[in-house]
């Protein structure tokens, strides 16, 4: 019961820092005027560079205390598609879409996993797990639409399709974390896969000429402090809560954060003097059933189909 507890706060956390994310990744490439200060590829590069600095000395560790060649590919299965291509994705589409539409598209985390763990890693599917992930989709579709966080202008289909890419190399990382990388710590997976991309994350900042930035743009200290946010709280920090949760859960409930962030938004809309409505309080109730089902319905209806 503590454990499952456990799980759930840090799901709720995570979910808290990713809700952030979105807006630190505009901070970083707009100033208050929404003239740019980086790039999509700028701001990519600097958060897997910094996340990759900051976790170096665990990396070094991991290296040290590998426990089998063969691990090394798994690690950079996790840096390359759970952190380094979904960097860039996400930044190119958060400049095209809105968040709203960002975020029904980052609900495919989930489905990914399913999909991915079923196909290549032999894991098996429920009933419940497959009807509470939909259910789940179903209630963010609802939310977000309420919200009116969907804004179309008829270019989305590129950086969407950006987003959905991402989520279907999450659901590769997630799954590769949950079934080959379970003997490692997981502050060691989270520093195994950023070291991996490290060096590439340094030709990226050179290549993308983030320096000129630093020496021309007045904002450009303003921006890398979102970005150094970013890569510091919003991605090595809580890359490393996630694999903790995939560890001490499954990939499937980890994965479930993606349902969690857009609540997080209308949340803290809230602060900001928004009004919630009925229909997104029941949408909320839908999401967070969906997700219980998801995980707890063997467990929950066990004893049901026990009794004659």
Known sequence: MKSNLKSWLLLALLACIWGSSFILMKKGMYNDQHRQIFSSLQVGALRMLLAGLVLLPFTIQVLRQLKSRKDLFYFATVGVCGNFIPAFLFTYAETHISSGLAGIMNSFTPIFTLLVGYLFFSNKITRYQLLGTIIGFCGITILVFNTGGVQTNGKELLPSLAIVLATFLYGISLNTIKFKLGAYKPIHVAAGGFGMVFIPSIIGFFAFDTLD???????????????????????????????????????????????????????????????????????MFIVISGVILANYGQLLFKKDNQNP
């Open 213 to 283: 930035v630093f020496n021309h743009h007045p904002d450009a200290w303003s921006g890398f402090t979102a970005i150094a946010i970013l890569a510091i709280v919003g991605t090595a920090f809580a890359v490393f809560l996630f694999n903790g949760i995939i560890q001490s859960s499954s990939a499937l409930f980890a994965s479930s954060v993606t349902y969690l962030i857009p609540i997080v938004a209308v949340i803290i809309g809230t602060y900001f003097h928004e009004r919630i409505t009925s229909t997104q309080v029941i949408s």
